[in-house]
T-cell receptor, first 109, second 114 residues
Framework: AQRVTQPEKLLSVFKGAPVELKCNYSYSGSPELFWYVQYSRQRLQLLLRHISRESIKGFTADLNKGETSFHLKKPFAQEEDSAMYYCALGGYNTDKLIFGTGTRLQVFP | NAGVTQTPKFQVLKTGQSMTLQCAQDMNHEYMSWYRQDPGMGLRLIHYSVGAGITDQGEVPNGYNVSRSTTEDFPLRLLSAAPSQTSVYFC?????????????FGNGTRLTVT
C-alpha cells in the first residue's frame, strides 16, 4: 500500500532561518516523490519532483530510499515561502498519487 | 488557456440532497482525479480515471459516483449528501508519459452539508 507521513502540522521559523519539512513514505515498488505547495488563495501547484533533481525557489529535496524519506529543505527561509506544503507519492506501477496530511510553514519577519 | 476548471466554487446542501461537482480540463489530459481536503487529513483520493470510459476508486469512494464520458470532463456526483461530506473538493489532471503524475489542480469547490 502507498502511504505518506508528514509528522509536522505546523512549522514556524524566522526569515533567514533554515527550513526542513519532513516526509516519509511507504511503498513496495519504485517510488516517485513530489512536493506540492498551496499559497494563500491559490491553487495547489507542483513545487518539485525527485527525478528532476532541481532546485525550485531555493528548495531542494533528496530521495533517500534507505530511510524512505523525501525531506524538503531550504537554507534561508523567506516570508513568501509561507504556505501549505504537501508531500505526494506515486510510482511506476500505480495510477494513484497519494498525498500526506500537509505541513503549514509560517515564516515570520 | 483555462487549465482545470471547477464549478461551482461554493455550495451549501441539506442532508439528503444530491448534486454534481463539475470538472473540465482543456489540456487533453488522459488522467483525472478527485480529492477532498479536510483539516488534519490532507488530500484524500476519492475517484480517478485513466481515460474516457475508465474509472476507479481511490481511498474514500463511499458516497460518491463518477463517470468519464469524454476526455475533457470528469463530474463528481453526491447522490445523498451527508454532513461528513462537508469539505473542499479538488479536481486534478495530468498527461501520461514522462510528465505523468505531475498534476494540474482546479481552484476547488467548498461544499457545506447541513
Amino acid at each position: 500500500a502507498q502511504r505518506v507521513t508528514q509528522p509536522e502540522k505546523l512549522l514556524s521559523v524566522f526569515k533567514g532561518a533554515p527550513v526542513e519539512l519532513k516526509c516519509n513514505y511507504s511503498y513496495s515498488g519504485s517510488p516517485e516523490l513530489f512536493w506540492y505547495v498551496q499559497y494563500s488563495r491559490q491553487r495547489l501547484q507542483l513545487l518539485l519532483r525527485h527525478i528532476s533533481r532541481e532546485s525550485i525557489k531555493g528548495f531542494t529535496a533528496d530521495l533517500n530510499k534507505g530511510e524512505t524519506s523525501f525531506h524538503l529543505k531550504k537554507p534561508f527561509a523567506q516570508e513568501e515561502d509561507s504556505a501549505m506544503y504537501y508531500c505526494a507519492l506515486g510510482g511506476y506501477n500505480t495510477d494513484k498519487l497519494i498525498f500526506g496530511t500537509g505541513t503549514r510553514l509560517q515564516v515570520f519577519p | 488557456n483555462a487549465g482545470v476548471t471547477q464549478t461551482p466554487k461554493f455550495q451549501v446542501l441539506k442532508t439528503g440532497q444530491s448534486m454534481t461537482l463539475q470538472c473540465a480540463q482543456d489540456m487533453n489530459h488522459e488522467y483525472m482525479s478527485w480529492y477532498r481536503q479536510d483539516p488534519g487529513m490532507g488530500l484524500r483520493l476519492i475517484h480517478y480515471s485513466v481515460g474516457a470510459g475508465i474509472t476507479d476508486q481511490g481511498e474514500v469512494p463511499n458516497g460518491y459516483n463518477v463517470s468519464r464520458s469524454t476526455t475533457e470532463d470528469f463530474p463528481l456526483r453526491l447522490l445523498s449528501a451527508a454532513p461528513s461530506q462537508t469539505s473542499v473538493y479538488f479536481c486534478a489532471s495530468s498527461s501520461p508519459g514522462p510528465a505523468s503524475l505531475v498534476f494540474h489542480f482546479g481552484n476547488g469547490t467548498r461544499l457545506t452539508v447541513t
